[in-house]
């Protein structure tokens, strides 16, 4: 199974049985020990179940996924000393790194030396009757696998180093020879073919000497240099890249950040200087959240860390609140976008009819149809922005102001419409009641419990037809 980078780490935790651990993909917990849910759909994605209950979705990963309930198994299926978790992690690590790799095997277990693995395979697979299937029908009282003897003495015992052979390959930062203390890249890497050549001879005038010396000097500051950040590199153990990426990953976000910023400073300063100077910062950043914390419980009239932990409760609870509320406008909105494309505004009887009962003149129409954004109006909103005389860009701005101010608010009045969009107010009218007779949005609920009837079938409304006064075959919108 491949691993994802930073979420399943070799080695096993404090305490732990097996050599992977698992963390939650959106607050990185650990859940490990714990119960867990996995996608079925997203390749190697985890959620606790905090998360899980909040419904919350990351990147392709939706809410309504298909998912299984996963938990630790340490119960025994072929001996009564290793566990299922153990055996899974020994074929994975088997899968991974070759039949007969059993060191890496053994890493990949965690619990478990490399001797104890390939005599658990030789034994339980190689010599099973049932070759090259272990015996699947052994039954075991115990319901957790009892562990090796000598599993203590190997936990208190610090983990052998793998002994890597100088290659570029063989360490986790590409290029680096640990073996030789060297890179496949060195800073200036080209910086010997000024010299590789060079030969000082008798024959050399004292131009030629002063100007090869010149050389050398410059070929030994680039060396300087190159054995400095060499030094720096190994003095701050920036080598241990996995080990650094853990240590940050666990730390929040804002933390990462402030560290991120003050790297720039290490150059000029000691490690012990350096550690002291971030954990300062550290220390300032934490005060000054608490400080701003302390702040807002007292402008809430909070004056007891009783009442404020209990407001911190409240308050992650009505976010979780409105960004659930949020997600399903969201979804309204797309699902009545999709009803109103497939209605019409009106037949063309009644809008004969409107022409008959109207006295004025009928308002010019704008040619819209090869205006930029037509694509994206509906039948009834190109007959909308035809008779306002409005393009489709205005009108789709306006569109999108109005109809998420009606998302966060809940509901929204004619007059609160006029002032969002910034165009002719008669015409953000209009297409306030266009919206709400579409359905789009709904009206406030007036005292006696009804809501504001409002139509735009029939004649064109008065502050329409006032518009038809004037004599205006092609007009650009005011937006």
């Not at 959106?26 to 020990?33: G, K, Y």
């Not at 478990?112 to 090259?132: I, R």
């Not at 020879?177 to 004292?206: C, S, W, Y």
């Amino acid at each position: 199974m491949p691993q994802k980078d930073g979420k399943r780490g070799q080695g096993a935790a404090p305490g732990d049985e097996v050599g992977q651990k698992f963390h939650c993909d959106n607050c990185q917990a650990n859940v490990t020990d714990g119960v867990r849910i996995s996608c079925n759909e997203c390749a190697e994605f985890d959620l606790c179940t905090t998360c899980f209950s909040r419904g919350i979705e990351l990147g392709s990963h939706k809410n309504d996924h298909s998912y299984r309930v996963v938990t630790r198994h340490r119960f025994p299926i072929f001996t009564e000393d290793w566990s299922a978790d153990e055996e899974l992690l020994l074929i994975d690590g088997l899968r991974q790194f070759g039949m007969g790799n059993w060191k890496d095997a053994a890493e990949n277990v965690g619990t478990k030396t490399k001797e104890e693995c390939e005599q658990h395979y030789l034994d339980v697979f190689v010599g099973s009757d049932s070759w090259p299937l272990p015996a699947m029908d052994r039954e075991f009282e115990n319901k957790v696998a009892r562990p090796t003897s000598d599993k203590r003495s190997r936990s208190a015992t610090p983990g052998k180093v793998k002994v890597l052979s100088s290659q570029p390959s063989n360490h986790e930062i590409v290029g680096y020879m640990p073996g030789r203390l060297e890179f496949e890249f060195e800073h200036e890497n080209e910086a010997d073919q000024v010299v590789k050549d060079m030969v000082i001879t008798e024959d050399d005038t004292a131009e030629e000497l002063d100007l090869k010396q010149i050389v050398l000097r410059i070929y030994n500051g680039k060396l300087d240099r190159r054995l400095y950040r060499k030094s720096f590199i190994f003095d701050r153990d920036l080598l241990e890249y996995r080990k650094n990426q853990a240590a940050e990953k666990r730390r929040p976000k804002d933390e990462r950040d402030l560290l991120n910023k003050v790297k720039v400073f290490a150059r000029m300063q000691t490690r012990e200087d350096f550690d002291q100077f971030s954990m300062g910062m550290l220390n300032e950043h934490a005060l000054r959240q608490r400080i701003k914390q302390l702040q807002e419980w007292r402008r809430n009239g909070i004056t007891t860390l009783e009442d404020g932990a209990q407001y911190e409760v409240e308050r992650s609870q009505r976010l979780s609140r409105r960004a659930t509320t949020q997600r399903d406008s969201v979804h309204l909105l797309e699902r009545l976008q999709k009803i109103v494309a497939s209605r019409t505004i009106r037949d063309s009887a009644s809008e004969a009819a409107a022409q008959k009962q109207n006295s004025r003149k009928p308002a010019s129409i704008v040619d819209i149809e090869s205006a930029d954004g037509i694509e994206l109006l509906s039948g009834p909103e190109k007959d909308l922005c035809s008779r306002l005389r409005l393009f489709p860009r205005p009108y789709l701005a306006a569109k999108e102001v109005l109809l998420a101010e009606y998302a966060r608010v809940g509901c929204l009045k004619r007059r609160q419409a006029c002032e969002l969009v910034k165009i002719d107010s008669t015409k953000a009218r209009w297409i306030y009641d266009f919206f709400v007779e579409t359905g789009w949005i709904k009206p406030p609920v007036r005292e006696d419990g009804d809501a504001a009837a409002v139509s735009i079938d029939g004649p064109m409304p008065v502050y329409l037809a006032a518009l038809d006064t004037r004599e205006q075959p092609v007009v650009k919108s005011e937006f």
